[in-house]
T-cell receptor, first 109, second 115 residues
Framework: KNEVEQSPQNLTAQEGEFITINCSYS?????LHWLQQHPGGGIVSLFM???GKKKHGRLIATINIQEKHSSLHITASHPRDSAVYIC???????????FGTGTRLKVLA | NAGVTQTPKFQVLKTGQSMTLQCAQD?????MYWYRQDPGMGLRLIYY???????DKGEVPNGYNVSRLNKREFSLRLESAAPSQTSVYFC??????????????FGSGTRLTVV
């Protein structure tokens, strides 16, 4: 069992739909990151969370430290949102990151 | 454009061949990393260089060597390639060691196939 689990693994949505991607982890962490990997392979950081909620444009990320769970929401999804979304957690007291296996999102026009 | 540049983008090797993956960053970052990404698994750290002149093993260092040539460049060498090293390799850099939030920047990846 991976220490960082993402669900779903694959997701297909119609343009305009509200999308939720989940990340659960089993260790104590000091931060959680959401990353986006484009079809061409490039990886960019979207959010860093240690508590609460952050919003950037149509993207919203939340974290519940007690439940060891984070969600990434995409409102009014668009085909350009098609990518792999990766959750990464930073172990408490270390600089060690554990990466989830990613959620492959495809948004159809 | 500022960023992390990896070469080559694609490579096919025969078992036993050697090769070096090159990585360069122009953001004056102190720390650099090599990861591999395999189907069904998250990114795994192979080696890292927290600062110029230092290198350390990550989670999966066996079969690899690295060189931090200067502050800009960090290369990954496969001395005798094996099919198990078929993967997509990512180089990354950051201003501060281990901090994804401090301008952590990934290269576009090298897809390596060992036959």
């Amino acid at each position: 069992k991976n220490e960082v689990e993402q669900s779903p693994q694959n997701l297909t949505a119609q343009e305009g739909e509200f999308i939720t991607i989940n990340c659960s982890y089993s260790v104590g962490i000091s931060a959680l990151h959401w990353l986006q990997q484009h079809p061409g392979g490039g990886i960019v950081s979207l959010f860093m969370l240690s508590s609460g909620k952050k919003k950037h444009g149509r993207l919203i990320a939340t974290i519940n430290i007690q439940e060891k769970h984070s969600s990434l929401h995409i409102t009014a999804s668009h085909p350009r949102d098609s990518a792999v979304y990766i959750c990464a957690v930073l172990y408490s007291g270390t600089y060690k990151y554990i990466f989830g296996t990613g959620t492959r999102l495809k948004v159809l026009a | 454009n500022a960023g992390v540049t990896q070469t080559p983008k694609f490579q096919v090797l025969k078992t036993g061949q050697s090769m070096t993956l090159q990585c360069a960053q122009d953001m004056n970052h102190n720390s650099m990393y090599w990861y591999r990404q395999d189907p069904g698994m998250g990114l795994r750290l192979i080696y890292y260089s927290a600062s110029e002149g230092t290198t350390d093993k990550g989670e999966v260092p066996n079969g690899y060597n690295v060189s931090r040539l200067n502050k800009r460049e960090f290369s990954l060498r496969l001395e005798s390639a094996a099919p198990s090293q078929t993967s997509v390799y990512f180089c990354a850099s950051s201003e501060l060691w281990g901090h994804l939030n401090y301008g952590y920047t990934f290269g576009s990846g090298t897809r390596l196939t060992v036959v």
